[in-house]
């Protein structure tokens, strides 16, 4: 990392270096690396970091300001706060946790239930199956990033590099290309000479563009068979003149039956699963 260096004081005043300002895609990097790392993380690692590491780590974080002046405490808590509330969201919009969540959303709602399965079960749910999905990538990070820094092999620069490529080539792979022209031509960025040339800031919108687009595809698919149950149920009512009667009430039973008939969770579960490009 380019460092600026700034004139000492005094002889007991240890002389500060300034870390140049964090791009894009340093920023969405660490949210990677912050988030596998507690994940892939060993016992041994916690001895084998040694202080140099630390006091690196330490020093990147009290002088993020980027003048070399360290920060006082309650702004470096400030900050901390501020981008533990941010950087959830980062890493969950660039894994696969959006399009599982959207679909099991939809397929509650295609069901006809409202509240079962609750939230929090979805919202597991979908965070078990995205660690499933991620499970390469976090393998990946795991040698050749976390292990590496944790043996002091490598810096922390270079452990952050290292994880937001691979995560760089699994949002790549998942990105349709008609979505990432459209944000390329938005941004007026020239033509890309191969995939790992794409920034943050131009994959990351087309990544969850695409994602949605996704999603609400295979949302399709499930309502289908739900629906034709629907309109057979209230063709039957209506025809038998029980126009007071809610054909929910009376499809709901069949569209369970139908979704336990066909094992519809592990069907939905292995579909989404397998619509992943690994």
């Known amino acids: 990392m380019n460092r600026l260096k700034l004139p000492c004081p005094s002889a007991e005043t240890p002389c500060m270096t300034a870390p140049r ?12 690396l912050l988030l596998s790392a507690p994940l892939i993380a060993d016992p041994a690692l916690a001895s084998t970091a040694g ?32 981008l533990l509330t941010v ?3 980062l890493v969950l919009m660039m894994s696969s946790f959006t399009r599982i969540i959207i679909v099991l959303s939809l397929l509650r709602q295609a069901l006809g239930l409202q509240q079962t399965p609750p939230n929090q079960v979805l919202v597991g749910l979908a965070m078990f199956l995205s660690l499933f999905v991620m499970r390469p990538s ?23 590099t290292r994880s ?7 949002m790549v792979l998942q990105t349709r290309q008609t979505d990432l022209k459209l944000f390329a031509d938005l941004a007026k960025a020239p033509k890309f000479a191969r995939p790992a040339d794409i920034p943050f800031s131009i994959l990351l919108p087309a990544f969850v563009t695409s994602e949605l687009k996704t999603a609400f595809q295979i949302g399709f698919l499930i309502f289908l068979p739900f629906l034709i149950i629907d309109l057979v149920v209230a063709s039957t009512l209506m025809s038998l003149g029980m126009m007071m009667l809610s054909p ?25 699963a397998a619509s992943f490009a690994t």
């Open 164 to 170: 937001g490529a691979v995560l760089h080539r699994f």
């Open 138 to 160: 976090i393998d990946q990070i795991n040698a050749d990033a976390f292990k590496p820094y944790g043996a002091g092999q490598i810096t922390i620069e270079e452990a952050i």
């Open 21 to 32: 300002r964090p791009t894009i895609r340093s920023i969405l990097a660490v949210a990677a």
């Open 51 to 82: 202080p140099a590491q630390t006091g690196a780590l330490d020093r990147a974080m009290t002088t993020i300001a980027g003048d070399g002046r360290p920060l006082s405490l309650s702004l470096q808590i400030l900050v901390l706060m501020s």
């Open 87 to 89: 950087l959830p969201s």
């Open 248 to 272: 929910a009430i009376i499809s709901m039973p069949f569209k369970l039956l139908l979704f336990v008939l066909v094992d519809g969770w592990a069907l939905t579960m292995g579909s989404l």
